[in-house]
């Protein structure tokens, strides 16, 4: 009788653990609806990697000189091919490396805003940009939402006219929402366009905050940062090549938010969207 149950207690712990091996192993691997941003170290650029559902968008592709290292980075993250590049206004900081990224990967979709600097002949600067690398612009206007899959999305805040002064205030502004966190991505957005969500009484608050041009002192209204509220804040620049980035005058602004620069880190700066949030210094968080 004790062979017999010790024999049963051994089939029964061995029945247990085959069906413990069926279950999927929470944490490790990363949930199917987590969202992740890494804000590339992209010098004095601009450069954003999303992941949403198994798929990967990107935010602007930096200047011409760093894009072979923007293409390394995303590869090393997985990127195989992009499901939707928005690029955020023409300048060659948030464009430079479009070539490359297009030589690179697959991109399946390119999207920029309604309103956009022209060139001599009338043509919008992104459209002749995009085309010489085999890619049509999608129009985005403001109210419209891209889907990046089970609950997440980017919804176009901004512009809502032309500005022929200068194309960081035609910045495309989107507001990424995942898994109930909201992130505002402003591209090179400055004081005017600031204005203009301000009076439209646009819902600007979010939980994570891509600081606009740079945290250059043209931009990031105290009234506007407020009316934001982040409690973490990214700002995408190389103040040995812009010393006026980063301001102090910025990051007073933005209060008692959490403020991360991309070149404090050789990678950049990842921002989880999952069940929680999450930030640090791309080159320290590692599980992505």
Not at 102 to 112: L, S
Request: charged share 25%.
């Amino acid at each position: 009788m004790l062979m017999y149950n010790r024999a049963m207690k051994r089939m029964i712990i061995f029945l247990l653990c085959i069906m413990l091996a069926a279950l999927p192993c929470a944490g490790c691997a990363q949930a199917a609806d987590d969202v992740w941003i890494l804000f590339v170290n992209a010098k004095k650029g601009d450069a954003a990697l999303i992941s949403a559902n198994g798929k990967f968008y990107l935010v602007d592709t930096g200047r011409e000189e760093n894009a072979d290292a923007l293409v390394s980075t995303l590869k090393e993250y997985g990127v195989d091919e992009i499901e939707g590049l928005f690029l955020t206004h023409s300048h060659n900081d948030h464009t430079g490396g479009l070539k490359a990224v297009a030589k690179a990967f697959t991109i399946k979709a390119a999207y920029r805003a309604e309103f956009a600097e022209a060139n001599k002949k009338g043509q919008a600067k992104l459209d002749k940009k995009l085309g010489k690398v085999g890619l049509e612009s999608t129009i985005l206007s403001v109210g419209d939402r891209r889907s990046l899959g089970g609950d997440a999305y980017a919804e176009v805040l901004a512009p809502t006219e032309l500005n022929e002064d200068d194309d960081n205030d035609n910045s495309l502004v989107l507001m990424l929402h995942a898994n109930g966190h909201t992130a505002l991505l402003t591209g090179d957005m400055q004081f005017k366009e600031e204005r203009t969500l301000l009076r439209r009484n646009a819902d600007v608050s979010a939980d994570i905050l891509k600081v606009g041009n740079h945290g250059n002192p043209d931009a990031t209204l105290e009234e506007f940062a407020n009316a934001v509220g982040a409690g973490i804040a990214v700002i995408s620049t190389d103040t040995s090549a812009d010393a006026d980035s980063a301001n102090a005058r910025v990051i007073a602004a933005l209060g008692e938010a959490q403020v991360f620069v991309t070149e404090n880190d050789p990678i950049g700066v990842m921002i989880g969207m999952g069940k929680d949030i999450s930030a640090g210094y791309a080159s320290i968080v590692n599980n992505y």
